[in-house]
């Protein structure tokens, strides 16, 4: 059985894994699976439909699965995805998708959400990311993997930020970041590329030059966005492994839909 402390109410339809452990005063609807070894803590609201996968914790007064805050919202059954290992703090809120995009709010695996953090209807939240305190993604935000949002940061609706992006602290996210650049202040401006950042997951110092050269092209030399573009796309081959690092700018690039910060 489930480790339910006896002032917790769960809905007898909720699918709770058989080490869960749920704390005091915590509630939880119908429609709601909880994966293996997953904690929540006391005073958590957690409704349906939500999928929470294995390892999670969830610390106390936060609310997943909640209605999206979108006028345009008629009850539909969306849902909210959670994946694994992910450190939920307090206050947080997740709120479910809308019928107006793909109906799902996703949040991925190895996440680390401080408190008071909002992630807004159909947010796509990749892993291994950093959401510092009271940061707030609106909806429709697509956040890669390994991004580190400061605190007090507010990203605007359908904004992107890419994988190994740093925002500073009370920073102002009104165009998409591309992959790898640090950014700060309001209006918001890049200041550089997350080599540190990049140190840390392993990327080789060819790999890191690659990318300081690629920052170069897109912010310091002065390039039309479309001549920084075709230049970074001449880099192909020349350093081990940093393909992919290419294509990932490239890619995001050419998918930017408000514009990148520049």
């Given at each position: ?79 909210l995805h959670v ?144 001549d920084a573009r ?10 081990e492994g940093g ?20």
């Open positions: 059985m489930a480790l339910i402390h006896p002032t917790a109410i769960v809905d007898p339809a909720a699918k709770l894994a058989d080490d869960v452990s749920v704390g005091p005063y915590a509630v939880i609807g119908a429609d709601v699976t909880v994966g293996a070894g997953t904690t929540i803590g006391a005073h958590c609201v957690i409704e349906g439909p939500t999928t929470l996968g294995r390892d999670n914790r969830i610390s106390s007064h936060a609310a997943l699965g909640c209605a999206p805050q979108d006028m345009k919202y008629r009850g539909e059954p969306t849902q994946g694994d290992r992910n450190t939920i703090f307090q206050f947080c809120t997740l709120s479910r998708g809308t019928t107006q995009d793909g109906g799902v709010t996703r949040v991925g695996s190895d996440n680390w959400i401080m408190a008071y953090v909002h992630v807004a209807h159909d947010v796509q939240l990749g892993n291994h990311t950093i959401l510092a305190n009271n940061a707030t993604l609106a909806g429709h935000v697509h956040v890669g993997d390994w991004a580190i949002v400061g605190g007090l940061t507010g990203v605007h609706q359908f904004c992107k930020i890419g994988a190994h992006v740093m925002t500073g602290f009370q920073s102002h996210v009104s165009q998409d970041v591309p992959p790898f650049m640090t950014v700060s202040g309001n209006p918001l401006a890049v200041h550089g590329f997350n080599a540190e950042g990049l140190r840390r997951r392993g990327f080789s110092r060819e790999r890191i030059a690659l990318v300081k050269q690629m920052h170069r092209l897109l912010y310091r030399d002065g390039l039309k966005l479309e075709t230049a970074i796309a001449a880099l192909a081959g020349t350093v393909d992919a690092d290419i294509a990932m700018l490239q890619d995001f690039l050419a998918a930017a839909t408000r514009g990148i910060v520049r």
